[in-house]
């Protein structure tokens, strides 16, 4: 099993710049290059200062030149949000900045509140077409002369420019949660990324299930990797470990609130929803118990296990509402003292 970091640029408040978070964001990228992490990625969002991700191709090509080894991964483009003709190029053109070091996520969407403000209101489960027909779209745009007819896209002849540096095209990633997502991904020749957000390791299961059936169903494709996303925190002490476990329940308190999508924002904030208002799913206890959060050999026995249900790749969401410092000592100790346990 390989290791990438997840990550965005955070904001809780006005107290940190936009500046300092960069700056933070590129410094816990270049020391999971230097632990020996194989990716590292970052998605898009659109207005939320508690993820700050307008255009992960921005972050590529700008770590591009702060790093040397590590792959840099759009995880993920909001297929909506893009034309192929746009995107095909684009993408090429930050393969080529990063010297062929790039992973080319993408997903259907899932903030309504994004597609209130992007797509003029669109039910953001009707992303799932646009994923579909842009996916087989950007594969013949890369390769050559193509021309589209569909429902969503028409364009005429026309073609990428410029081409990818990796042939023939970077690595793709879909995100899936149902079944069809799933067989739509092998099917395409894509690698899948799922993450079971707050819930236990059953979840876990059921995504592996899919993919493994996805697998099945599609026995003309080779097998794609599978990376699982979750939020991951070493602590050394008792101490330690609650301070991670409240600042994920922080940060979930965020992102429901976003997701419910019943506030107006404040200059791009909105008020987290309480302990009450998430309720027991999101519960501190119930965190620790479901995230890979806990000493080294805790979470070494967590990481095991999702090894041994075939997960090829373990992504470490470092996303939590800690102090950098915090944060920068958690990735070292994953580094020292669990990783070694996979190699």
Same mark, same amino acid.
């Given at each position: 099993?390989?290791?990438?970091?997840?990550?965005?640029?955070?904001?809780?408040?006005?107290?940190?710049?936009?500046? /300092?978070?960069?700056?933070?964001?590129?410094?816990?990228?270049?020391? *999971?290059?230097?632990?020996?992490?194989?990716?590292?990625?970052? +998605?898009?969002?659109?207005?939320?200062?508690?993820?700050?991700?307008?255009?992960?191709?921005?972050?590529?090509?700008?770590?591009?030149?702060?790093?040397?080894?590590?792959?840099?991964?759009?995880?993920?483009?909001?297929?909506?949000? #893009?034309?192929?003709?746009?995107?095909?190029?684009?993408?090429?053109?930050?393969?080529?900045?990063?010297?062929?070091?790039?992973?080319? +996520?993408?997903?259907? $969407?899932?903030?309504?509140?994004?597609?209130?403000?992007?797509?003029?209101? &669109?039910?953001?489960?009707?992303?799932?077409?646009?994923?579909?027909? &842009?996916?087989?779209?950007?594969?013949?745009?890369?390769?050559?002369?193509?021309?589209?007819?569909?429902?969503?896209?028409?364009?005429?002849?026309?073609?990428?420019?410029?081409? @990818?540096?990796?042939?023939?095209?970077?690595?793709?990633?879909?995100?899936?949660?149902?079944?069809?997502?799933?067989?739509?991904?092998?099917?395409?020749?894509?690698?899948?990324?799922?993450?079971?957000?707050?819930?236990?390791?059953?979840?876990?299961?059921?995504? &592996?299930?899919?993919?493994?059936?996805?697998?099945?169903?599609?026995? /003309?494709?080779?097998?794609?990797?599978?990376?699982?996303?979750?939020?991951?925190?070493?602590?050394?002490?008792?101490?330690?470990? /609650?301070?991670?476990?409240?600042?994920?329940?922080? #940060?979930?308190?965020?992102?429901?609130? #976003?997701?419910?999508?019943?506030?107006?924002?404040?200059?791009?904030?909105?008020?987290?929803?309480?302990?009450?208002?998430? +309720?027991?799913?999101?519960?501190?206890?119930?965190?620790?118990?479901?995230?890979?959060?806990?000493? @080294?050999?805790?979470?070494? *026995?967590?990481?095991?296990?999702?090894?041994?249900? $075939?997960?090829?790749?373990?992504?470490? #969401? *470092?996303?939590?509402?800690?102090?950098?410092?915090?944060?920068?000592?958690?990735?070292?100790?994953?580094?020292?003292?669990?990783? @070694?346990?996979?190699?």
């Amino acid at each position: 099993m390989k290791f990438s970091l997840f990550l965005h640029m955070e904001r809780y408040d006005e107290s940190k710049t936009h500046q /300092q978070s960069l700056a933070e964001l590129t410094e816990l990228v270049q020391i *999971a290059e230097q632990g020996g992490f194989e990716m590292a990625w970052i +998605g898009e969002h659109h207005a939320m200062e508690f993820t700050i991700a307008p255009n992960p191709l921005n972050f590529i090509a700008y770590l591009a030149d702060k790093t040397s080894t590590i792959r840099l991964g759009a995880g993920t483009f909001i297929a909506p949000f #893009w034309h192929p003709v746009k995107l095909a190029g684009e993408a090429a053109l930050a393969d080529i900045m990063c010297n062929g070091r790039l992973e080319f +996520g993408i997903a259907r $969407g899932a903030y309504q509140a994004e597609f209130d403000r992007v797509m003029n209101g &669109m039910p953001s489960a009707d992303g799932g077409k646009y994923l579909r027909e &842009m996916v087989p779209a950007l594969q013949k745009l890369w390769a050559g002369d193509y021309a589209h007819d569909g429902e969503l896209f028409q364009f005429p002849t026309t073609t990428s420019v410029p081409k @990818p540096l990796q042939q023939p095209h970077p690595p793709m990633w879909i995100a899936a949660r149902d079944p069809d997502s799933h067989n739509f991904a092998v099917s395409a020749g894509c690698n899948v990324m799922v993450t079971p957000l707050q819930k236990d390791d059953e979840e876990v299961q059921d995504l &592996m299930h899919k993919f493994n059936d996805a697998i099945a169903n599609n026995p /003309q494709v080779s097998r794609p990797d599978i990376m699982l996303l979750r939020h991951t925190f070493v602590g050394e002490n008792e101490q330690e470990l /609650q301070a991670g476990t409240d600042a994920l329940h922080h #940060w979930y308190a965020m992102f429901m609130a #976003w997701a419910k999508n019943t506030q107006t924002p404040d200059n791009g904030f909105v008020n987290r929803l309480s302990t009450e208002d998430l +309720g027991e799913s999101f519960s501190p206890s119930a965190l620790r118990n479901n995230l890979a959060v806990g000493t @080294p050999d805790e979470v070494i *026995a967590r990481l095991k296990y999702y090894e041994s249900l $075939g997960v090829s790749q373990y992504s470490y #969401w *470092a996303d939590n509402s800690l102090s950098f410092e915090e944060k920068k000592k958690s990735l070292q100790l994953f580094i020292e003292k669990v990783m @070694p346990a996979f190699q």
